[in-house]
């Protein structure tokens, strides 16, 4: 049985509770065991922008708690996973760096040897698990769902993090994963366009700018939903249409799940409790009009 | 302009419709030579991940490719490097533009020099916030991840939340990363005031 250290990161427990439910559930359907570990933190992710090695340290501390359990990293974000990873990789390639967080991590009890692997969760589901496994444990038909994939920038760039997995500029191990369900992955002119998630705080307009592009593209297509798998693209995607409609004047109504909830779907998972379909903010009636639908049938 | 018109000792290379500006913008400015710094470059490439700036011979892949330069043209990666080949300095670290990157990392994907201009950003964003430029919305960040280690306000009603939806309490506890970010000196860094 394939064991993780369940690394949350910030937004996801305090802002997209359907994605660690449907991220919990359907993980533990699949076998993967998950161990919460009430000593991680923030992974450092924006501190690097301030200072450098705050961001690093950050990093090294959350790799030096999994560490001593003897646990790899499962992350739900993706920038979670890029900071972890890099850090990861960093630290392994430079001993005298890692001597130098290490003089650091002494003071907090903490020691970081070098011997830790981060995957984002759709990393864990495509290599550990595997497209044909999924396609077998699904019960509930999806075919016809037709859903466009956002992959979020960190689960692919800088380009070592994807290197023999996936390929930035060409992706497709979400479109499989989409397809393992049954669903049908619609491929869209900016579908690597970045949901400007980092940017938010500081300019507002810019980043509802740069989602609405995605949004208006995605209104040139026939699409049911899209699916993601970061916490932060979600908020964007998610939670910001209402807001984007009134700046500027669209109409968007486009349903987003979280990648585990579409799984979730095809798994046979109760909607509300186990995949937290209810918490989205653009109602996904539709959708679950269609797969009731397909299921009568 | 008709070809009747055009003079005689017109270069007969030029295209008629040759805008006067050929940038296309006209926000065109002169440097001027005594306030740049020439040590600038040299301060940026000592550090890690950043040296590849020496490179850059500024075709613009990277703003091509760039997300945010498309939604506001005002944030230029290409623009940017060049300032620091030239030692703007203090353009550029005051600048509040710096902090408009998203994060993609577009640009050091696509360079074909292999420059990684994310992270010669990140070196000008730490040189600024030293200076006292550190964004307002990065300070609140860094002051909540002091508290409880992670970089939001939590409240009751949100642990209440999370107890009703069966997930898993979070034992919320800054003080490691308190007494890192101590020792690497941030705490210090964002009550610092701007120039």
């Known amino acids: 049985m394939n064991r993780y250290a369940l690394f949350l990161g910030c937004t996801t427990p305090r802002y997209v509770f359907q994605y660690e439910l449907s991220s919990r559930w359907v993980l533990k359907q699949l076998g993967i065991e998950l161990i919460d570990i009430d000593d991680f933190a923030c992974c450092g992710f924006n501190q690097i922008d301030l200072n450098k090695e705050t961001g690093l340290l950050l990093a090294a501390m959350n790799l030096a708690v999994a560490e001593a359990r003897g646990l790899n990293i499962l992350t739900l ?35 970081y040897r070098g011997n830790i692997e981060v995957k984002h ?45 996936d390929e ?18 619609i491929s869209y ?25 995605k949004l208006n593209n995605l209104k ?48 046979g998972g109760n909607p509300q409790t186990d995949l937290g379909l209810d918490l989205n903010a653009i109602p996904l009636d539709g959708i679950m009009a269609r797969i009731a639908k397909s299921d009568q049938d | 302009m008709k070809p009747d018109d055009i003079p005689e000792d017109m270069p007969e290379d030029i295209p008629e419709d040759m805008p006067e500006n050929i940038s296309g913008d006209d926000s065109e400015e002169t440097v001027q030579v005594p306030n740049l710094d020439p040590a600038f470059k ?30 506001d043209h005002g944030f230029d990666p290409r623009k940017l ?19 408009y990157c998203s994060a993609c ?55 209440t939340r999370r107890k009703a939806l069966s997930l898993p309490p979070l034992q919320l506890d800054g003080e490691k990363v308190r007494e890192l970010i101590e020792l690497s000196g941030l705490d210090e860094l964002i009550v610092k005031k701007r120039p």
């Open chain 2, 81 to 99: 490097a060049r300032m620091v080949q030239l030692g703007m300095k203090d353009e550029v670290l005051s600048s509040p533009l710096i902090w």
């Open chain 1, 168 to 185: 930035p500029d060409a992706p497709q191990t979400l479109h499989q994963l989409i397809s393992a369900t049954g669903a049908v992955p």
């Open chain 1, 220 to 267: 040139t297509k026939e699409i049911d939903c899209m699916v993601l798998q970061c916490p932060t693209c979600y908020l964007m995607y998610g939670e910001m249409q209402k807001q984007i409609n009134k700046r500027f004047g669209e109409e968007h109504e486009v349903p987003v799940l979280l990648y585990p909830q579409l799984l979730g779907l095809a798994l």
């Open chain 2, 42 to 71: 040299y301060e940026v490439m000592r550090n890690e991940g950043a040296g590849g700036l020496k490179y850059c011979f500024a075709c613009g892949a990277c703003t091509a490719s760039c997300p945010i330069h498309e939604i």
């Open chain 2, 105 to 159: 990392r577009n640009c050091e994907q696509h360079c074909p020099q292999s420059v990684e201009f994310f992270n010669i950003l990140n070196v000008l964003k730490n040189m600024a916030a030293e200076k006292g430029y550190a964004p307002y919305a990065w300070v609140v960040q860094t002051r909540h991840l002091m508290r409880t280690g992670m970089v939001f306000r939590t409240d009751e009603a949100w642990e």
């Open chain 1, 77 to 111: 974000c993706t920038s979670c996973a890029g900071a972890l990873a890099e850090a990861a990789k960093k630290l392994k390639a430079d001993p005298k760096k890692r001597e130098g967080v290490n003089s650091k991590l002494q003071t907090v009890a903490l020691e």
């Open chain 1, 121 to 165: 969760i759709s990393r864990v589901l495509y290599e550990d698990i595997g497209v044909e496994k999924i396609e077998e444990a699904v019960k509930t038909d999806l075919s016809g769902l037709r859903a466009a994939p956002h992959y979020g920038c960190h689960y692919l760039k800088p380009e070592w993090i994807s290197a023999g997995f």
């Open chain 1, 189 to 213: 002119e900016t579908s690597n366009l970045c949901c400007g998630g980092k940017t938010f705080p500081i300019s507002r307009d810019t980043t509802l700018s740069l989602v609405n592009r």
